[in-house]
Structures are given as structure tokens and as C-alpha cells.
């Protein structure tokens, strides 16, 4: 299993975002190789989309018992109509939470390369602009150390080391954007497609970087100059506030959202304030848009 232990420090606290599907079971497994239980907490979303998902927590608990690793699981009760992106944020919010609670270091999570793939071509279909393509990365405080692991790897890895796990059964879904495209497109991409698209998502994760650095004095807190983002042209202002998105909140928007938010930049009222989504909001006064996480009142 390709997962490099530069990415992590022996005397660092980690939190595991750890689902009891097959690819945080593996990176579970893996990781305990390279972590002393005590230098790991595991946490575990109970997302309350389907009636079988206490099953994944009793395995992912039991698995923790056993290894004398301390766990810690929420059930969010978001029901079967909750979108991706609701449950998405709801998922970061607390893993965050955890991290605060115990000063760890970083959250890990067992993102891998089929799902680099799929996000960039998501976002390519949602309309986000260049850097959707590179949207899944390792920083310090998120760590993804399987993104150049494949999921036939992983599969392989679980068989050949007797790992247990459970499967989604919200997996076969395919009213799911991202099932859909996991079984109607990945399923048939060969080997040089996914390096074709490898390199394109390398080759943009290059030029993003050196586009955060430009840009950064604007996406680096959550309020922003309605004046210095009205002298940029329309795309440039379409890129900041995407940054300015992915850098405050785990909103999965879309190409309306960006174009709504770069006319609401210099048109919004003072005092005005406007919904992007449950939980994240804007509001605006005379020089500043202020974007708001939390409970939208």
C-alpha cells in the first residue's frame, strides 16, 4: 500500500475519519502500522441516511476496543432526503469538532484516487472552474494520504489482510450524481484515460498553487473587499470567490452559485444578506461581504 509515513509525525495526534467502508477500514489498518494507538482517535459519522448504519458503528467501535484506540461517533439524524452536500458538511463540521476537543494536529480521511478522478470530473460538470479540478488535496490540518491509491489497490489490500468491512448499501444509488458516474464511467475508464486524466488534474494542481498565491490576500479570511474584487475582470472575480469558498466552508457549489456571488459582490444592499446554503450565509455592509458558518439567523 503506497502511503507515505513523511506524512506523519510519531508525536502528532490524529483524527481518523474512519465510515467502516472498505477504504477507511484499510487506511485504519495501514495507519496502525505507523501510528501508536494513542497518537490516533477515531471518529465516526453515523449520517442517519439508512436504517442499517449502526451496523458501522458497532464494527468501526469494536475495532477501536480492540485496539485500544479512543472513539468517537455522532449520529446527525439528516434522514433519507439529505443531499451529498448536506451530509458533507455536516461530516467536516464534526470531525473538526473532534479535533478541537482533543488539540489534534490534523483530520485524516481515506479519500483515494478513484476519487480524485470522480471529484474533478464532477466539479468539471458542475461548472466551479479550474481549480475544481484539484479540489481533493492534502495541507497540513487534512490529511488524504491514499490519493495515489487506486481502489482496486485498496480491495486488493483488504482481501489479502482479512480486513472486515461494511458495505453502503446508498452505494448502488444512482440517483447520486457520483454513483453514477463511479458505475457508468469509471467502471469502463481504461488505464490510459485515468493517467490521461491523472496528469491533466497534476498539471492543474500546479497552476492552482501558484494562482492561490496570487490571490490569496483575498480568500484569506472570511470577509472580502467588495472594492478590490469588483476591480478584478468577471473570471478572475469567479476564481476568488471559489477559493474564498473552499478555504471557509465544505460547500459543494456550483457554477449559478459563483456567478450569483461575483454580481452579488458589488450589487448586494447593506445590510442584505443571502442564503447559500443550510448553515453558510453572506452578509454585506458597505465595504465588505462577510461569510457566515453556523446557525443562519
Known amino acids: 500500500m503506497n502511503i507515505s509515513e513523511e506524512q506523519f509525525d510519531p508525536k502528532k495526534l490524529y483524527v481518523l475519519a474512519v465510515s467502516g467502508g472498505v477504504d477507511s477500514m484499510v487506511m485504519l489498518h495501514v495507519l496502525g502500522k505507523i501510528l501508536k494507538p494513542s497518537r490516533t482517535i477515531v471518529a465516526h459519522v453515523d449520517h442517519g441516511i439508512r436504517s442499517d448504519s449502526f451496523w458501522d458503528r458497532e464494527l468501526v467501535q469494536t475495532y477501536?476496543?480492540?485496539?485500544?484506540?479512543?472513539f468517537e461517533y455522532v449520529e446527525l439524524g439528516l434522514g433519507s432526503e439529505a443531499s451529498e452536500a448536506e451530509a458533507r458538511e455536516a461530516r467536516y463540521t464534526f470531525l473538526n469538532s473532534i479535533k478541537e476537543k482533543y488539540h489534534a494536529d490534523a483530520v485524516v480521511t481515506a479519500h483515494h484516487q478513484d476519487d480524485l478522478i470522480e471529484t474533478a470530473l464532477l466539479n468539471v460538470l458542475r461548472g466551479t472552474g479550474i481549480r475544481g479540478l484539484c479540489s481533493l488535496a492534502s495541507s497540513d490540518e487534512l490529511i488524504r494520504p491514499m490519493l495515489g491509491v487506486s481502489k482496486a489497490e485498496i480491495l486488493e489490500y483488504a482481501w489479502a489482510h482479512s480486513v472486515v468491512w461494511r458495505e453502503d448499501s446508498t452505494n448502488k444509488d444512482l440517483s447520486y450524481r457520483r454513483n453514477w458516474l463511479r458505475q457508468?464511467?469509471?467502471q469502463d475508464m481504461d488505464l490510459a484515460m485515468r493517467l490521461s486524466l491523472l496528469k491533466i488534474i497534476s498539471t492543474v494542481s500546479i497552476l492552482t498553487e501558484q494562482i492561490n498565491n496570487e490571490i490569496g490576500e483575498f480568500t484569506s479570511n472570511k470577509e472580502i473587499s467588495r472594492?478590490?474584487?469588483?476591480?478584478?475582470?468577471y473570471a478572475e472575480r469567479l476564481e476568488v470567490l471559489a477559493g474564498w469558498l473552499r478555504t471557509?466552508?465544505?460547500?459543494?457549489?456550483?457554477r449559478r452559485t459563483l456567478e450569483?456571488?461575483?454580481?452579488?459582490?458589488?450589487?448586494?444592499?447593506?445590510?442584505?444578506?443571502?442564503?447559500l446554503a443550510k448553515g453558510v450565509w453572506i452578509n454585506s455592509n458597505t465595504k465588505v461581504l462577510t461569510l457566515h458558518i453556523g446557525t443562519n439567523r
Do not use: P
Open 260 to 275: 450569483l456571488l461575483a454580481i452579488e459582490t458589488v450589487t448586494l444592499e447593506k445590510g442584505k444578506k443571502r442564503s
Open 64 to 70: 477501536c476496543q480492540q485496539k485500544e484506540i479512543v
Open 184 to 186: 457508468r464511467v469509471m
Open 248 to 254: 471557509h466552508t465544505a460547500l459543494e457549489f456550483d
Open 227 to 233: 472594492y478590490d474584487i469588483a476591480q478584478l475582470s
